[in-house]
């Protein structure tokens, strides 16, 4: 399955965003459920402590995100398999990358990320890369109340 290269945000200015590179899992069949999981569950629906985590918090941006904000989030050498990554960023543990900000007005950030996900208030508001533009599929509101996570409450 191909990573998806995509950028979590928040909005800057009128129409622009500013957010963090996350490698992997950046479709929106894979993300959006993972943020509206996140808004409702760990975060109960503090927007702005969802947005120092995913943004502030971890400047050099992410592998993964992941379902648990309360789990180790620096990176590990080796790597355990994706499905134990939860999140893994590249600012802290054994990784200690610069900080990077990507804007709407970062040189080619549009042919380098499939997609962007920026946090609103109403819900996550979806940009697609297509041929050097844009393409904005609107927002997908947040939902009042948390899914159970697929791993939680699993069986052994
Ligand atoms: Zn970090």
Redesign the pocket.
């Known amino acids: 399955m191909p990573n998806h290269p995509s950028i979590i945000a928040r909005p800057r200015g009128a129409s622009g965003f500013e957010g963090r590179y996350v490698h992997n899992g950046g479709h929106p069949a894979f993300r959006v459920p993972l943020l509206h999981a996140l808004y409702a569950g760990p975060f109960a629906g503090d927007l702005d402590a969802m947005g120092r985590f995913l943004i502030d918090?971890?400047?050099?941006g992410?592998s993964q995100l992941g379902p648990d904000p309360a789990v180790d989030?620096?990176w590990i050498n080796p790597m355990p398999p994706v499905g134990d990554r939860n999140f893994r960023?590249?600012?802290?543990?054994d990784r200690a990358e610069t900080p990077l900000t990507l804007t709407d007005e970062t040189e080619d950030v549009v042919w380098l990320h499939d997609w962007v996900f920026v946090l609103r208030p109403a819900g996550v508001d979806i940009w697609q890369s297509f041929d050097g533009v844009w393409l904005r599929h609107g927002v997908r509101g947040w939902k009042p109340k948390a899914r159970p996570a697929a791993d939680q409450g699993e069986t052994a």
């Open positions: 918090e971890h400047p050099a992410w989030t620096g960023c590249y600012c802290h543990g």
